[in-house]
């Protein structure tokens, strides 16, 4: 598609939500069926839920307890294991829910982690409806989007998904543009068997990637608003993503269910530039680093057998499952290859480089099953206890660019516990324990053995906590958990490697719900102690504190509706991080921050057509603080920003 093609696009998107609005006609009606995506009205808890592009909670579909989830690899499709190889589109989905604590331990298949739980879009029977979505985003980015459902009379045929075209800008100044569409087929062929399906492709350009790093132990000055990345990057990205789901009852006291799910994601060209800020806060040095090819592709299965029954009191489900996944990973980069000093304020970099040419591709392959049974039981409505054991093979191959194969294969047993006691109507507790085995993520590309994959790490987790109902729509969580593993980090050589143990050990409260007649809070903190112990903490060589891990976060939401405005709908967040080490020695490191934002919804008809307006401004204090991840790379966080968008229902 070409650039021309996709601004016409865009640019006849917002003029349609420039004229829709002025001709908007207000009504009450509309205000009780509020369309749009609003994650607040559907968390039950404050530890992550998002829908669309609005976010709500503590945690994240990348960070969950101070781990990145993102290279755990601890996600799930409707409580089913699979493995992704790039964010799935909101095209086939119906929300994000970050999984913790009993929500976690109910799962058939937990990680000590937490868990990232995706939700896929659903046709009622019946329903018929085209949804357009469009307007301007953070920083300025323009998109149009179209979704629809069709379900048909009986509910024996539904399908829903749609399309969206984006000129893309980032909070770091880098422009480009995307291409998604998706679907979500659903069908029934009998009472007791549901086959559904999921297809989405990505197509994305952007003008590449960077990121911040220091030339030695200092916080940098924030660098003005700008693309720093050499002027001929590039990357383009193709990502796929297609899968079968099948759920099937045989008899009433059997279950069945059975997926398989490809992903498949190719950046060609992959270019990054890393921005290496001197100590003089006025000029950077230069890196500028090319991979010819990163591509990533999986192909994840499970097949479950579940049997239920009942006794007295006590109801009673024995289940078994096999689950396996084939990773295939392919890198071709080149040299790492030094501009030269440039400065921030004006910065002018020199003509593109010829690259030595690549020495060969890096090559990584995953095979590996697991086989799970489980017991799950309810005694007198009042006590759940569930029993996991999972025996794990993992092997690993690795060929180095002209080196020789190796490989090897783990094999672990693994197992998760939980149980759930109801104290009273309103006060239960829970403790569970999970050992899991959970990836260790990919080398980031600002060092040596960039993009090389890291091998599996055994991870445990012990928790216990309690949740309070202090109304039918007010709830209280408050939980302590331990976890530890094994982690990486950049090892004194410069290479991304598993570098010792951490352990986070901490505690997390969640208060969510309606608080009055119109108005509800999603309430979250957590505060953790993360140790790292290894052989060169015992030396003194480097601290005990992990790089990259904030020891508190807390996020804050009011949502309210005003009696005498049913049309309106008003939203404040506020966050806050606690400020990071950056490097091994905990020598220095950005402080802790506080991220705001203000929002409204604003209900009418359109004609006979619902409608939706969405105003919302964010960063309202208008910092731009740097976090840092546990490469040591700084991330900026983008201005003060806003965001306008229309929704029409049709």
């Known amino acids: 598609m070409s650039a021309y093609f996709l601004g016409s696009l865009v640019s006849i998107g917002f003029s349609v939500l420039v004229a829709c609005t002025a001709h908007a006609q207000s009504t009450t009606a509309a205000a009780s069926s509020a369309t749009g995506d609003n994650a607040a009205a559907r968390a039950r808890d404050a530890f992550g839920e998002r829908v669309g592009q609005e976010q ?30 790039f964010q799935l589109p909101d095209m086939i989905l119906d929300g994000v829910t970050v ?57 024996r045929f539904s399908i829903a998904g749609g399309t969206t075209a984006t000129r893309t800008r980032f909070a770091n100044d880098t422009k480009g543009f995307s291409v998604i569409a998706g679907a979500v087929p659903q069908w029934r062929p009998s009472e007791t068997v549901r086959i559904r399906g999921l297809f989405a492709i990505e197509r994305a350009e952007y003008n590449g990637d960077f990121q911040f790093s220091t030339l030695g132990r200092y916080v940098p000055k924030k660098p003005k608003l700008q693309n720093y990345g050499v002027p001929w990057a590039d990357v383009r990205r193709t990502s796929l993503n297609t899968g079968i789901l099948v759920d099937a009852e045989p008899t009433p006291n059997w279950t069945v269910t059975a ?58 489900t024995f289940n078994t499952a096999t689950r396996g996944r084939l990773s295939r990973s392919k890198t071709i980069s080149r040299v790492p290859f030094n501009i030269g000093i440039i400065s921030l304020d004006n910065p002018v970099y020199p003509a593109e480089p010829i690259l030595a040419p690549a020495i060969g591709a890096l090559d990584s392959d995953v095979d590996q099953m697991i086989f799970s049974t489980g017991y799950s039981g309810t005694y007198f409505d009042r006590l759940e206890i569930k029993l996991g054991l999972h025996r794990s093979i993992y092997t690993k191959t690795v060929t180095p660019p002209g080196g020789m194969m190796s490989a090897r294969t783990d094999r672990k047993t693994l197992y998760d516990a939980s149980a759930i006691f109801a104290l009273t109507q309103t006060t239960t507790v829970f403790a569970n324990t999970v050992k899991g085995v959970e990836e260790s993520g990919i080398a980031p590309q600002n060092v040596v053995n960039r993009f090389a994959v890291l091998p599996p790490v055994v991870a445990r987790e012990y928790e216990i906590g309690v949740r309070q109902e202090l109304s039918k729509a007010l709830g209280l969580n408050v939980s302590g958990f331990d976890t530890t593993k094994l982690t990486a980090g950049l090892d004194p050589a410069g290479v991304f490697a598993l570098v010792g143990k ?38 003194g060589l480097v601290s005990s504190r992990p790089v ?16 005498w405005a049913p ?14 080490s950056a490097d091994s020695t905990n020598t220095y490191g950005p402080k802790g921050f506080v991220m705001a934002s203000f929002g409204a919804r604003y209900n009418f008809m359109w004609g006979e057509q619902q409608a939706q307006v969405r105003l919302l401004t964010s960063n309202l204090l208008g910092g731009r603080p740097f976090i840092v991840g546990p490469s040591g ?16 229902t049709f």
Do not use: C
């Open 56 to 85: 709500v909670g503590l945690y994240n579909e990348n960070q969950v307890r101070g781990f990145d989830l993102a290279t755990t690899g601890a996600y799930r499709l409707e409580g089913r294991y699979f493995l992704r190889e």
């Open 99 to 155: 999984k913790v604590g009993t929500n976690a331990a109910r799962l058939k298949y937990p990680s000590p982690s937490g868990v990232v739980d995706y939700r896929l879009r659903a046709a009622a029977p019946g329903s018929r409806s085209l949804s357009v979505h469009t307007g301007i985003k953070e920083s300025n980015a323009k998109f149009v989007e179209m979704t629809g459902a069709y379900g048909d009379d009986i509910g």
């Open 259 to 316: 997926t398989a799910y490809y992903a498949d994601t190719r950046r060609s060209p992959s270019e990054f530039t890393n921005v290496g800020l001197r100590a003089d806060n006025q000029t950077a040095s230069i890196t500028y680093i090319r991979s010819d090819l990163a591509r990533g592709r999986s192909l994840t299965g499970e097949a479950t057998i579940e049997r239920a029954f009942e006794v007295g009191n006590s109801a009673h």
């Open 502 to 539: 951490v352990r986070h050990r901490g505690v997390e409260v969640s208060f969510t719900g309606k608080v009055i007649d119109g108005t509800s809070v999603v309430l979250g903190a957590m505060l953790i102690d993360p140790k790292l112990s290894s052989p060169l903490v015992d030396a």
């Open 548 to 563: 990259g891990v904030s020891s508190s976060i807390a996020f804050g939401g009011l949502d309210h509706k005003f009696s």
């Open 567 to 580: 049309d309106w709908a008003f939203d404040a967040r506020m966050s806050w991080q606690a400020g990071r």
């Open 633 to 648: 790379l700084f991330n900026q966080f983008g201005p003060g920003a806003w965001r306008a968008t229309l929704r029409v």
